[in-house]
T-cell receptor
Framework: AQKITQTQPGMFVQEKEAVTLDCTYD???????LFWYKQPSSGEMIFLIY??????QNATEGRYSLNFQKARKSANLVISASQLGDSAMYFC?????????????FGTGTSLTVIP | DAGVIQSPRHEVTEMGQEVTLRCKPI?????LFWYRQTMMRGLELLIY????????DSGMPEDRFSAKMPNASFSTLKIQPSEPRDSAVYFC???????????FGDGTRLSIL
């Protein structure tokens, strides 16, 4: 089974609207972390947001929030008030394990296009 | 603050040549990661270090690949001999501690002819 699944290869959103990028994960480890990264066309990888498996509240960072549903094993990224500069590839990633024995997995990404 | 610094940004070389990619992590970060990104395989973790010690190198594709971290501020990824299928973007990333968010360098775009 895939460790990280991003089922939306491409998404479109109107500028100023909100958009949700889906991510589901598979792990039996009680300790894990979930990350979202943005990769613009220029190629760099930009860290956006992090959610730990023991965190009680959903993570938020500015216009980014992570909709963490532990029972469903989903960690969707919500971008509010989309901007043209949000057009990029978005990768969901997971860290499972403990110190000295972590495994890291990345999804295949979702391409987001913001329409003016 | 300086981020993760990788060099070179681009490398084009002929098959069979030795390639060395370099990385300077963010000062104070204890974990360093090397990734490879291709269209076919996406982003793959090759190896990671904690406190300069290699922890997991199971992602290193073959013996032609080797990585070192001689000190806390420098790491290399070496391919010898290089092959066309090694063409990819290679990223280095670092994190304050293992398991915490990783900060990526700008990558090295490697083309093996």
């Amino acid at each position: 089974a895939q460790k990280i699944t991003q089922t939306q290869p491409g998404m479109f959103v109107q500028e100023k609207e909100a958009v949700t990028l889906d991510c589901t994960y598979d792990t039996s480890d009680p300790s894990y972390g979930l990350f979202w990264y943005k990769q613009p066309s220029s190629g760099e990888m930009i860290f956006l947001i992090y959610q730990g498996s023991y965190d009680q509240q959903n993570a938020t960072e500015g216009r980014y929030s992570l909709n963490f549903q532990k029972a469903r094993k989903s960690a969707n990224l919500v971008i509010s008030a989309s901007q043209l500069g949000d057009s990029a590839m978005y990768f969901c990633a997971m860290r499972e394990g403990s110190r000295g024995g972590n495994q890291f997995y990345f999804g295949t990404g979702t391409s987001l296009t913001v329409i003016p | 603050d300086a981020g993760v610094i990788q060099s070179p940004r681009h490398e084009v070389t002929e098959m069979g040549q030795e390639v060395t990619l370099r990385c300077k992590p963010i000062s104070g970060h204890n974990s360093l990661f090397w990734y490879r990104q291709t269209m076919m395989r996406g982003l793959e973790l090759l190896i990671y270090f904690n406190n300069n010690v290699p922890i997991d190198d199971s992602g290193m594709p073959e013996d032609r690949f080797s990585a070192k971290m001689p000190n806390a501020s420098f790491s290399t990824l070496k391919i010898q001999p290089s092959e066309p299928r090694d063409s990819a973007v290679y990223f280095c990333a670092s994190s304050f501690r293992e398991g915490q968010p990783q900060h990526f360098g700008d990558g090295t775009r490697l083309s093996i002819l």
